[in-house]
């Protein structure tokens, strides 16, 4: 008896797994024959069966950009702010970072992607994004102010860890900061970013770490 239920259970996951293939398969389809309306009422369907709201999102952008709606950016958006909010910030980063790449004068989605790469203490990612930001300030495309008031609230993250307040900072994802420490090199990040970039902020940064008793030459 134990080994026909098995067997029959088996059964029924192989015949899931078959209509899923069918389902993806023919979702494929309808994408390339341009069937928009078609395929997201499909892609409705398949979703009930993902678990990950973030994946489900991201898929829905794929497809939308596949079809070439503009909507796909806004799913893309959704998607990695839930894979931040859940801590996924890999997988966020990887959403962020595709979005740039189809649109790169993005101001808040490469901001909310230099923080990620704050968060996850990888410095050249930081500093490469970073760079990104600064040359969209050389092409008018954001005021420098603006990028030096962003920088000031990083700076002031990475030196105390109690600074909740930051008008750039998700306190849920804050609440999970661990030791300030780990957080050191961000001093040093912006100081090799702004020195090659940009003299302005550059001075900035030095009279700022002086009144403020920080390491410039941390």
């Known amino acids: 008896m134990i080994c026909h239920t098995s067997s029959s259970n088996d059964l029924s996951k192989n015949a899931s797994l078959k209509n899923s293939c069918v389902a993806w398969f023919k979702l494929a389809e309808l994408i390339s024959r341009r069937e928009k309306e078609k395929a997201l009422n499909l ?75 704050l968060l996850l203490a990888w410095s050249e990612k930081f500093e490469a994004f970073f760079y990104k930001l600064i040359n969209l300030a050389s092409e008018n495309e954001v005021d420098v102010d603006q990028v030096w008031d962003f ?22 994802i804050l609440s999970n900061k661990k030791d300030k420490n780990e957080y050191k090199w961000v001093i040093g990040s912006l100081k090799i970013v702004f020195k090659e970039k940009d003299k302005e902020l550059y001075d900035l940064m030095k009279k700022h770490c002086l009144d403020n008793n920080l390491n410039f030459n941390a």
């Open 43 to 117: 892609y409705r369907l398949i979703a009930y069966s993902l678990n990950d709201k973030g994946y489900v999102l991201q898929v829905e952008g794929d497809i939308l950009w596949a079809l070439q709606d503009d909507l796909a950016i806004e799913k893309y958006s959704q998607a990695a702010y839930l894979y931040k909010k859940e801590r996924k910030f890999l997988a966020a980063a990887a959403v962020y970072e595709h979005i740039i790449t189809l649109q790169p004068k993005n101001i808040n989605n490469l901001k909310s992607l230099i923080l990620i790469y």
């Open 151 to 172: 920088a000031k609230n990083i700076i002031s993250f990475s030196v105390n860890s109690n600074n909740l307040e930051s008008k750039y900072f998700d306190k849920e």
